[in-house]
C-alpha cells in the first residue's frame, strides 16, 4: 500500500509505528483534539481500513529491517570474506571465516581461572564462627556423605 493520500492519517500512522500511544499520536498528526476526545477521535482513526493497512504495512517493513538471524549474519561475513580475499587481505579473511565457525557453534571460546583456591585455619575460629559455618555448610556435608567412606563412629 503506497502513502496515504491524507497527510495526517499518514503522519498518524507513522506516529503509531514508532510507538506514540494513539491519543498523543493524533494530536502530532494535526489534530485538535483534546483529553477524551482525543482518545474517541484517534481509536476511530485506528480501525480505518486504510490506516490500519498502512500501519500493519509499515509494521511488517520495521520487522523485516529489523530481523537479524544467524543466515543473514553468516552471509554479512561470506560476503567480507570474499571481499577479502579478492583484496588479499588475508588477515580479514580469517576473521570472517572464524566468525562465521563461532556463529555456528564449531568454535568455542575457553576461558581458563586462575588464582588460588585458598585454605583457611578454621582452629582459629570461635564457637559461635564454627556454629555459624556448621548452620550454612552442615546441609551440604549431610547429602553428600563421607567422601572418604569412612562412617564416624
Given at each position: 500500500?503506497?502513502?496515504l493520500t491524507?497527510?495526517?492519517?499518514?503522519?498518524?500512522?507513522?506516529?503509531?509505528?514508532?510507538?506514540?500511544?494513539?491519543?498523543?499520536?493524533?494530536?502530532?498528526?494535526?489534530?485538535?483534539?483534546?483529553?477524551?476526545?482525543?482518545?474517541?477521535?484517534?481509536?476511530?482513526?485506528?480501525?480505518?481500513?486504510?490506516?490500519?493497512?498502512?500501519?500493519?504495512?509499515?509494521?511488517?517493513?520495521?520487522?523485516?529491517?529489523?530481523?537479524?538471524?544467524?543466515?543473514?549474519?553468516?552471509?554479512?561475513?561470506?560476503?567480507?570474506?570474499?571481499?577479502?580475499?579478492?583484496?588479499?587481505?588475508?588477515?580479514?579473511?580469517?576473521?570472517?571465516?572464524?566468525?562465521?565457525?563461532?556463529?555456528?557453534?564449531?568454535?568455542?571460546?575457553?576461558?581458563?581461572?586462575?588464582?588460588?583456591?585458598?585454605?583457611?585455619?578454621?582452629?582459629?575460629?570461635?564457637?559461635d564462627e564454627?556454629?555459624?559455618?556448621?548452620?550454612?555448610?552442615?546441609?551440604?556435608?549431610?547429602?553428600?556423605g563421607d567422601?572418604?567412606?569412612?562412617?564416624?563412629?
Amino acid at each position: 500500500m503506497p502513502v496515504l493520500t491524507n497527510a495526517r492519517h499518514e503522519a498518524f500512522a507513522q506516529a503509531i509505528v514508532k510507538g506514540a500511544p494513539a491519543s498523543v499520536a493524533y494530536k502530532a498528526s494535526g489534530y485538535g483534539a483534546s483529553g477524551n476526545s482525543a482518545e474517541a477521535a484517534a481509536s476511530r482513526l485506528l480501525s480505518d481500513v486504510k490506516v490500519a493497512k498502512r500501519i500493519a504495512e509499515l509494521q511488517s517493513k520495521a520487522a523485516r529491517k529489523a530481523t537479524v538471524t544467524i543466515e543473514t549474519i553468516a552471509a554479512e561475513l561470506e560476503e567480507a570474506r570474499v571481499l577479502a580475499i579478492a583484496e588479499k587481505q588475508t588477515s580479514a579473511a580469517v576473521s570472517a571465516s572464524m566468525g562465521k565457525a563461532k556463529l555456528f557453534g564449531l568454535i568455542v571460546d575457553k576461558h581458563k581461572h586462575s588464582g588460588s583456591i585458598g585454605t583457611y585455619d578454621l582452629t582459629k575460629l570461635s564457637d559461635d564462627e564454627l556454629g555459624s559455618l556448621e548452620a550454612i555448610l552442615g546441609p551440604l556435608a549431610d547429602t553428600a556423605g563421607d567422601p572418604s567412606g569412612a562412617e564416624e563412629a
